[in-house]
């Protein structure tokens, strides 16, 4: 019938014993340690994905900053031209105003030169028409007529 060899069932035996002694001192470390790495792991990925999201919420802040920087600085630089603006307004109306203000300076220089001008003629008119009239006077002697050339002398350099 069957034939059984001892020497199967020793080993058989010796497989089981064998077995049970892994068990008991193998199987279970090597479990625990299995374990206790998986939750290592486990903890690695939570901390990943932690800093992960700590990380996005920085660039985000950073990102906000650098926007509310380059706004300010867009800001600060239309502020700088309206200023520029505003101060070369400024100046384009005081240079106006300077040369409106020499300009009627010249015109009152101008005005105040030629009155004295014809008041110098008038006076070398005059001494002029008295040289005539000396003159005249010397060589003739007729006090009508004398009068009369010094009338029309005058009417006509009055004229002019």
Request: hydrophobic share 45%; glycine share 4%.
């Amino acid at each position: 019938m069957l034939d059984i060899d001892f020497t199967f069932l020793f080993t058989g035996l010796n497989l089981i014993v064998l077995y049970l002694f892994l068990r008991k001192f193998l199987f279970r470390r090597v479990g625990d340690y299995m374990e206790n790495r998986s939750r290592l792991i486990a903890e690695d990925i939570q901390k990943g994905a932690e800093l992960k999201a700590e990380g996005e919420d920085f660039r985000a802040r950073q990102e906000e900053a650098l926007t509310a920087a380059a706004a300010e600085c867009q800001s600060m630089l239309r502020t700088s031209r309206e200023e520029a603006a505003r101060r070369g307004d400024e100046i384009v109306a005081e240079a106006k105003k300077e040369a409106t203000r020499l300009v009627t300076r010249a015109r009152e220089e101008a005005q105040r030169e030629r009155e004295r001008l014809l008041a110098d003629l008038r006076l070398e008119v005059a001494s002029l028409a008295l040289a005539a009239a000396t003159k005249v006077v010397e060589e003739n002697m007729d006090n009508e007529r004398n009068r009369r050339l010094i009338e029309e002398f005058l009417d006509r350099e009055g004229a002019a």
